[in-house]
C-alpha cells in the first residue's frame, strides 16, 4: 500500500469513528445538545484531531471515547469523554417544557445550571497532557472545581476546550489559565526537547515564553498581570489590542 492510499485508510477510518461518535453522543430531543455535536465534528477535522472509542481513561458505566490534539505548544492532549445515554434521555423527557427563551445570558445560565447541576455526569471529560519524560500521561484541569455550578451546554464545553488547548500557547496568557499556565512551564520545554514543537522554535523563544509565564503566576494583583500580559502578548506574539480570549467562550477555569 503506498504512503498516499495508507493516508487515505487511516482518514476514512477516522471518518467512520467521528460518524460513529457522533451517533451515540446525539439524543431525540435535546436540541441544544446536539447541535453542539455539530460544531465538536467540525473542530475535529479542523484541528486534525483523532478519535479512539473506548480507552484507558474509559468509563465502564458510559459511552466513552478520546480526543487527541496537539496545542501550538507542540503537547499532545488526550481529552477522555464519557456520556450516559440515560440521563441525556431523562433530561430530554420534559425538555421542551424548560423556556430558554430570554435576552439575558445571565438568566439562560441560570436556567441552564439549574438543569444541569444534577446531571453534571451526563457528558463529563477529563484532560492529559503527554510527558515524554515517562512516557505517561499528566492529568490537568482548566476548568475550575468539578462541583462548580454548569454555565453551559457539556458539548459547549467539550467545544471549547478542544479550541483552547489546540491553541495553547495564546489562552494561557489569558487570567482564567492558571493550570494550563502552571502545566506549560514544564510541558512546553519537555515538547522541544522531544521534537515535537515547530521546526522554527528555539530553546531561547520556549525560555522566554516560560519566563513570562513564570512572571504572570506571580503577580500580585489584577493590574500588575495585566500589565505583564500586555508586554507578554507583545514580546511573544507581535499583538497589541484584543485577542482571543477564553472568556469569550463559556467555560474558562475560574
Do not use: C, W, Y
Given at each position: 500500500m503506498t504512503v498516499m492510499n495508507k493516508q487515505s485508510s487511516q482518514n476514512a477510518k477516522q471518518d467512520?469513528?467521528?460518524?460513529?461518535?457522533?451517533k451515540t453522543l446525539r439524543c431525540e430531543g435535546l436540541g441544544p445538545h446536539?447541535?453542539?455535536?455539530?460544531?465538536?465534528?467540525?473542530?475535529?477535522?479542523d484541528l486534525?484531531?483523532?478519535?479512539?472509542?473506548?480507552?484507558s481513561n474509559r468509563s465502564y458505566d458510559a459511552e466513552s471515547?478520546?480526543?487527541f490534539l496537539r496545542g501550538t505548544s507542540g503537547n499532545r492532549y488526550r481529552i477522555s469523554v464519557n456520556y450516559r445515554a440515560r440521563m441525556a434521555q431523562l433530561i430530554a423527557k420534559r425538555f421542551n417544557e424548560i423556556d430558554f427563551e430570554s435576552d439575558e445570558k445571565h438568566?439562560?445560565?441560570?436556567t441552564i445550571g439549574a438543569l444541569m447541576h444534577p446531571f453534571r455526569k451526563f457528558m463529563n471529560f477529563e484532560i492529559h497532557w503527554y510527558d515524554s519524560r515517562d512516557g505517561d500521561w499528566e492529568s490537568i484541569c482548566i476548568h475550575g472545581r468539578h462541583d462548580a455550578t454548569p454555565k453551559s451546554w457539556?458539548?459547549?464545553?467539550?467545544?471549547?476546550?478542544?479550541?483552547?488547548?489546540?491553541?495553547?500557547?495564546?489562552h494561557s496568557l489569558e487570567p482564567s489559565m492558571n493550570t494550563l499556565r502552571h502545566d506549560l512551564r514544564n510541558s512546553y520545554p519537555i515538547a522541544w526537547c522531544a521534537g515535537h514543537t515547530s521546526d522554527d522554535v528555539t530553546f531561547a523563544y520556549v525560555t522566554k515564553f516560560v519566563?513570562?509565564?513564570?512572571?504572570?503566576?506571580?503577580?500580585?494583583?489584577?493590574?500588575?498581570?495585566?500589565?505583564l500580559r500586555k508586554v507578554a502578548r507583545e514580546d511573544l506574539f507581535n499583538e497589541k489590542g484584543q485577542v482571543r480570549?477564553?472568556?469569550?467562550?463559556?467555560?474558562?477555569?475560574?
Open positions: 467512520d469513528q467521528f460518524d460513529k461518535v457522533l446536539n447541535k453542539s455535536l455539530e460544531l465538536i465534528l467540525s473542530l475535529l477535522h486534525d484531531a483523532t478519535i479512539d472509542i473506548g480507552g471515547f478520546a480526543i438568566f439562560v445560565r441560570k457539556p458539548a459547549d464545553l467539550l467545544a471549547t476546550t478542544m479550541l483552547i488547548l489546540s491553541d495553547d500557547l495564546h519566563t513570562h509565564l513564570e512572571a504572570l503566576q506571580n503577580a500580585g494583583d489584577r493590574e500588575e498581570f495585566s500589565d480570549t477564553a472568556e469569550n467562550l463559556d467555560g474558562g477555569e475560574k
